[in-house]
C-alpha cells in the first residue's frame, strides 16, 4: 500500500499539475491551489484516491 500511495501521489501532481496551470478546477476532480512555503502546488483529494486505488490494484496484479 506504500508503493500505491507514491505512485498515486505522483499521479495526483502530474495531473493536477496540468489542469490547474490551465485555469481549470477539473470539475468532479476539484483541483485547487496549494501554497507550500513560497510555491503554488496544485493537488486533488479525490485525484488521489482514485489514482492510490488505481496504483494499488495494478501492483495487486504483477504479483
Known sequence: ??????????????????????GSNGGALAVHAMDVIDYKMYWSWPMFLAGTGLSW???LLQK
Do not use: R
Open 57 to 59: 490494484g495494478l501492483l
Open 1 to 22: 500500500m506504500v508503493k500505491a500511495i507514491l505512485f498515486g501521489a505522483i499521479l495526483t501532481w502530474c495531473v493536477a499539475l496540468v489542469v490547474g496551470s490551465q
